[in-house]
């Protein structure tokens, strides 16, 4: 028989790419999605299966985490082998400006999980919980292992490390399988808009296209360690299948700074930026173009716009504003994957170019699509932070 999956935070990034890598190996998942007045699935429209079809192995569950009771129905229905929660206010920034909502959700929202397991008496049930590398926070030690102490530095930070431990004291106190991942910093072509690297892909993207003049950032010296998401799930994957459940940071090793990813997705597309300043004085200008990679990766007809652009004074793309920066900031994060590579075997595929690569292809391509529609006279639907 198919092992049944339950996926908390399915519509998010890792629900999407978790979800489709089980669904290839034969699993029958459900997952559960917060109520909205707008759809809120584009992640998974692919993936989705009309509640007609008969033999569906991909299922959705209007839920929250902040409700117990209706976690619990939804456990006892579907009566799943393995649990993912990687539902979470998972922006670390506006848990500054919503701090009691997510203690709710990130840290009390685990314990219903953990405790609706145990009422319901699911010994079979195998849980996995989303850690964070913002555990860390004000870093201890250089690099951030299992035994590292945490220093949590944001609301989202402390309520993720009470969903850390009550995950530990359940697994030592009733022999339950349940495993922290500590993930470090994991993003995607689908990643949310307003998390850093998604919007500088998003922004030099259109920069690119003459559709954007300057993108506003916080702390650009802040320096994390970024993997692909798809690599991240397959680690939650393995560290479910281990025979003894235990606690892993999953990381690439290597860390870099916001500038210097911003500095990376400009030359995947062809662009030269240059940085002077410091702390809010700091700006990035645009200096050069490479053109045979600009014209194999977004085309001859914004080429001229971009050269006419460098030689004015107009080419300032990056600035500071200061109502990114955090109260308390995380300066660096990077991850030693050492447990992970030698008990789970899990290697990443991806290395940071070809993660960029990938988030860059992306959205050039949609805001050539976009490009090409309000230039059609089509209205295009505004995102705003």
């Known amino acids: 028989m198919s092992k049944v999956a339950l996926i908390t935070g399915v519509t998010g990034q890792d629900g999407a790419y978790l979800s489709e890598y089980l669904l290839k190996k034969g ?10 007045s707008m759809f809120n699935t584009d992640r998974i429209d692919h993936l989705y299966q009309d509640p007609h079809t008969t033999n569906r192995n991909f299922i959705l569950h209007y839920g929250d985490l902040t409700d117990s009771l209706n976690l619990t129905r939804i456990i006892q229905e579907v009566q799943p082998d393995e649990i993912y929660n990687l539902a979470a206010m998972s922006h670390v920034k506006v848990s ?11 840290g009390i929202g685990t314990l219903r999980i953990l405790e609706a397991v145990r009422l319901l008496g699911l010994k ?8 964070t590398s913002e555990l860390y926070g004000m870093v201890q030690e250089i690099p951030q292992t299992e035994r590292t102490p945490f220093y949590p530095r944001s609301p989202y930070a402390v309520a993720k490390m009470y969903a850390y431990w009550i995950t530990v004291n359940y697994r030592e106190a009733y022999g339950m ?14 990643r ?5 690297t998604r919007k500088v892909t998003r922004a030099v993207s259109r920069i690119a296209l003459g559709m954007l003049d300057k993108v506003y950032l916080g702390n650009l010296s802040s320096k994390r360690d970024w993997g692909h998401a798809k690599d991240y799930v397959r680690a939650m994957y393995l560290i479910l299948q281990q025979d003894k459940p235990d606690d892993y940071v999953i990381a690439t090793g290597i860390t870099t700074s916001i500038r210097d990813f911003i500095t990376m997705a400009c030359e995947e597309v062809g662009l030269e930026v240059a940085f002077k300043g410091q702390g809010v004085d700091e700006v990035g200008y645009l200096v050069g173009v490479d053109e045979m990679r600009f014209r194999e990766r977004v085309g001859d007809e914004y080429l001229e716009d971009l050269r006419m652009r460098i030689l004015s004074n107009d080419n300032e793309i990056v600035k500071i504003d200061p109502m ?20 789970l075997g899990w290697k990443p595929k991806y290395d940071l170019q070809g993660l960029v690569a990938d988030m860059m292809a992306s959205d050039v ?11 059609g006279g089509y209205r295009i639907l505004n995102f705003f932070e």
Do not use: C, M, W
């Open 324 to 343: 990114y920066f955090r109260p308390t900031e995380v300066d660096l994060l990077i991850g030693d994957p050492a447990k992970s590579q030698q008990v």
């Open 192 to 196: 949310g808009e307003t998390f850093v």
């Open 365 to 375: 391509k949609l805001f050539q699509k976009e490009s090409y529609l309000r230039n």
């Open 27 to 36: 699993y029958i998942v459900h997952g559960i999605k917060r109520r909205s």
């Open 96 to 106: 500054f400006d919503t701090p009691e909502y997510t203690a709710n959700a990130d």
């Open 177 to 190: 399988h349940a495993s922290n991942g500590i993930l470090f910093n994991h993003e995607s072509p689908i």
């Open 124 to 131: 079979k049930t195998r849980i996995y919980q989303a850690s």
